[in-house]
C-alpha cells in the first residue's frame, strides 16, 4: 500500500511509519492539517490515516475539503477523542475507519488491510497447516511430520503467529505485540531465545530450516515443503 500519515506527534509518527515500513509498504507524512491536504490531493494515496486534531487545519475539516474534491480514498480516522459522540462525528464526515489512542500497531495494521479488501471474508481456522507443520488450535495441539512437538505457551503463541503468516517477513514490532504484548520494542533478545528453542525442536526431527532470519526485517517460516 501506499499510505499518507497526518501526524502531528513525532513518536506516534515514527511508531506508525516503522510498522508499516516493516511491512513492506510505502508511506509519506504530514505533520500538520495544511501540509496534509497538499499532499492528498497532489499524489494518489491507498490509504490515509488521519489524526483528529491537528494544528493548521482540524483533520476533519481536511477531511471534508478531500471529501469535496470527489476523492474517495479509504480513510481511518486516528484519535484520543474516544467518546462515541466523537467517533460518530468522525465517520460521518466522511472516515471508513475510527481508531482511538492509545492503540495497537497489529490493529492498526488489519483495519488499514481491510479498507482495502472490502468484501472479502474468510472463514476462521480452527486448524493450520504449513508443510510439514499441522497445529491444532482448539486442543493446542502441534505436530511435525506427525510427530509432536511440546510447546512452551509462548513457543506455541510464536509458531502460530508464523504459521498464520506463512512465508510473509513478520517483524519484530508484530512478534512483540502478538506474543508479549509489548507496544514497543523493549530491546531484549526475548524473541530470539524463543526462535532459537522452536529452531532445536525443529532441528530434532530434520527440519531446522524452517523458520529463516531475515536480517534486519524479521522472521519468515518457510511454506515451499
Known sequence: ?????????TTTQEYIVKGFLEQGHSIETAGDGQQGLILATSSQFDLLILDRMLPGLDGLKLLAALRATGDQTPVLILSALSHVDERVKGLRAGGDDYMT???AFSELLVRAEKLMQRGLSQPANTDLKVGPLRMELLT?????????LLLQPKEFLLLKYL???ANQVVSRTLLFEAVWDYH??????????HIAKLRRKFEDLGHGDL???IRGAGYRLRKGY
Do not use: Q, W
Not at 140 to 148: G, K, M, N
Open 1 to 9: 500500500m501506499k499510505i499518507l500519515l497526518v501526524e502531528d506527534d
Open 101 to 103: 489512542k492509545p492503540f
Open 140 to 148: 493446542r495441539s502441534v505436530t511435525l511430520d506427525d510427530e509432536e
Open 163 to 165: 504459521m498464520e503468516h
Open 184 to 193: 514497543f520494542d523493549p530491546r531484549t533478545n526475548v524473541i530470539d531465545v
Open 211 to 213: 523458520i529463516e532470519t
